[in-house]
């Protein structure tokens, strides 16, 4: 980049949220110690997750490619996203313009090799397992962003970075679902990242608005493990017939606060999706987490939850929860 452009892009008066089509060169965000925000980055994978922090990134100004090869999913990416602006709208969060200029500062593209190389950031956000995970993020790398990230919620961040060409500019950002509702950011550090990484890792989640917290590579985290353990033991409840799903989760939220209950949350974050956590954390912690049979059968017949319309609740597109 030419000192002139260099000059422009570290001005003094550079705002929150202001875009520079000049970052597709992505110049080291760094002015002496000054940790500078990042407005360009990638979203690799258009679904439940990957819409939702495509959103809210955006909502903070920043210019984000979304990549998503399967049709039908980009297309429903689109509806979610043009939902939730009007949703932002109608609550009074948005004005006609600034969801205009939000939804325009989402691209979306069908393959990793569309992404603009040298991005500020990459996350991945596809199905949690770790062969599918590694090869995308073996595509990631070769696009040289400054900093990849994986969405993941319970595998290992040592053994994804070895799909990295950098693994101390990797990390794991765990966005919790649904992204837009939730102001949190769990920053998992691995063995190699950098102290660079984690404090721009930190910026950013503070830049989207999300407070963060830093837990070490251990399987499950620290969020994912808590959470998994209160969902499962409701299911075994229900399983044993103790009590109603809509009376299991009554409980959660009215005698503990909860804002939603362990099954109707299940229901939101995909049955698939834990059980595939399930049987993650269930190799590193043991039979604590083994999944019950009856979540077994439900994947097994496609009772996926909200996005297939039937879990342990009933779903239909008024129930999707927008920011």
């Keep these: 980049m030419q000192q002139k452009g260099r000059a422009h892009l570290l001005r003094k008066d550079l705002q929150f949220g202001a875009i520079n089509e000049e970052l597709q060169n992505n110049e080291s965000l760094q002015l002496g110690s000054q940790t500078m925000v990042m407005n360009n980055i990638a979203v690799v994978g258009g679904g439940t997750m ?10 903070a100004g920043c210019h984000v490619t979304v990549v998503e090869p399967n049709e039908r999913t980009a297309e429903s990416m689109q509806g979610s996203l043009s939902e939730a602006a009007e949703n932002g709208i109608a609550r009074g969060r948005l004005d006609k313009e600034g969801a205009r200029s939000l939804l325009e500062r989402i691209h979306q593209v069908s393959d990793v090799e569309d992404i603009a190389s040298g991005m500020d950031l990459a996350i991945e956000t ?10 995308v993020l073996r595509k990631i790398a070769q696009r040289e962003p400054s900093i990849i990230a994986s969405n993941t919620s319970a595998l290992s961040i040592d053994e994804l970075s070895k799909a990295v060409t950098y693994p101390d500019r990797f990390l794991g950002l765990h966005f919790f679902n649904p992204v837009w509702s939730i102001k949190l950011v769990e920053i998992v550090v691995g063995a190699q990242t950098s102290d660079e990484t984690l404090t721009r890792a930190k910026t950013f989640s ?25 969902s499962l033991e409701a299911m075994r409840m229900l399983e044993g017939g103790v009590a109603s799903a809509e009376d299991i989760d009554r409980a959660a939220v009215v005698a503990y606060g909860h804002p939603i209950g362990p099954l109707r949350l299940s229901d939101i974050v995909g049955l698939d999706v834990r059980l595939d956590i399930a049987r993650v954390l269930e190799r590193a912690h043991g039979e604590r987490y083994t999944p019950p049979n009856l979540l077994i059968d ?8 909200r996005k297939t319309g039937r879990g342990f609740f009933e779903w239909s597109d008024s129930a999707q929860s927008q920011p």
């Excluded at 596809?126 to 090869?135: G, Q, S, Y």
């Excluded at 439900?298 to 939850?305: H, I, P, Q």
């Design 126 to 135: 596809v199905p949690e397992r770790a062969d599918i995970k590694l090869n």
């Design 206 to 230: 503070e830049q989207i608005g999300r407070q963060s917290l830093v837990v070490k590579n251990i399987p499950g985290f620290a969020t994912s493990r808590l959470d998994l353990i209160a």
């Design 50 to 59: 990957g819409t939702g922090i495509a959103y809210v990134a955006a909502q």
């Design 298 to 305: 439900m994947v097994e017949r496609g009772a996926l939850g």
